[in-house]
């Protein structure tokens, strides 16, 4: 709260204490919107301050696609893949348009590659983690400024590129490949195989996006599958280093891991499994501790990361919320006004 003159009173604030009148009854209680008959009321009784509510800071998530924009895009890619079966690919074509309405979408939003977004960890299926990768993948695209043709290849194929999943009875979601039974692992590795085995003979998609089908699960140092290669286009190396974040962030082949776990996992098989390059570009706009996230800093203190700075992923502005000695308080602190201080772990 604080101290405010009556006479710099808007019409807007709320109170914080109640207000007495000379003979100590209740004139207006706390929590009351201070209204202009309420101000001029005041001011005949000669009070001249009294205390308000500051606005609480608020948690400001930056997504990519605006939440129904993304509904609306899952409800159409789940639509359209669980009527489709093996060799029988008529409606797929339409995710060639909608790929391009992803980009179109993205493309409308002002500012769109300086900004950092907050992708966070969630329980995902196959349909939603497509959504995200395509617009992951489109943005790295675009802040290489690729061509839009290779722009639109990457957004179908990623669109498609688990089509082969579709084909599996196994359970994969939340865990990791060596956890899986022998067969189980060989078929789930076989997936890129299965949905770029259904598109071969379709004309309505490009070589190149047939390609990065395949290669999705590739890797720099042949440590990928199904094929263990180890040369692949620019498009490839992109949807291989979105696809590996969101599969890592969703928990699907995987055991789900928190951002920051994720992020990590890029920088250290940079220039190793990942093309350097691209992963410097897609974590220049990824927050390593998204927007709500519950941290410790290094001084013992409990944060919610409010927001992210621009260019700074990982130094967001935090509500703290519990001081070193664990008291609670309320107060923002700028990380990038605060060089000593940084932020140790993600409490769950």
Known sequence: MKRCEVKDLTGTEILAKDVFTQEYQV?????????QEYIEKLKEL??????????????????ILREDVEQAFKRKVKNILEKHTYSHNEKLEELCQMADR??????????VVEQIY???????????HSISICSLATLVALKMDLPHETAHDIGVSCLLHDLGLRYLTIDFFNKNIDQLSGFEASEFKKHPIYGYTALRGENWISNESKNMILYHHERLDGSGYPLKATDSSIGCRIIQICDAFDEMICGIGCRRVK?????????SFKNVKFD??????????TAVYPAGTTVLTNEKEVGIVLYQNKDFPNRP?????????????????????FNNVYIEKVID
């Open 27 to 35: 004139l207006l209680s706390e929590g009351m919107p201070l209204k």
């Open 317 to 337: 502005v935090l509500r703290i919320i519990k001081d070193k000695d664990g008291r609670s308080v309320d107060a923002v602190k700028d990380l990038l006004e």
């Open 118 to 128: 907050d992708i966070k960890e969630r329980s995902s299926d196959i349909y939603e």
């Open 46 to 63: 000669d009070i001249t301050e009294v205390y308000i509510q500051e606005d609480e800071p608020h948690t400001k998530t930056v997504a």
């Open 259 to 267: 951002v920051y776990e994720a992020v990590e996992y890029l920088k």
């Open 276 to 285: 350097g390059k691209i992963v410097d570009i897609f974590l220049e706009f």
């Open 102 to 111: 992803i980009i179109t979408n993205i493309l409308e939003e002002d500012n």
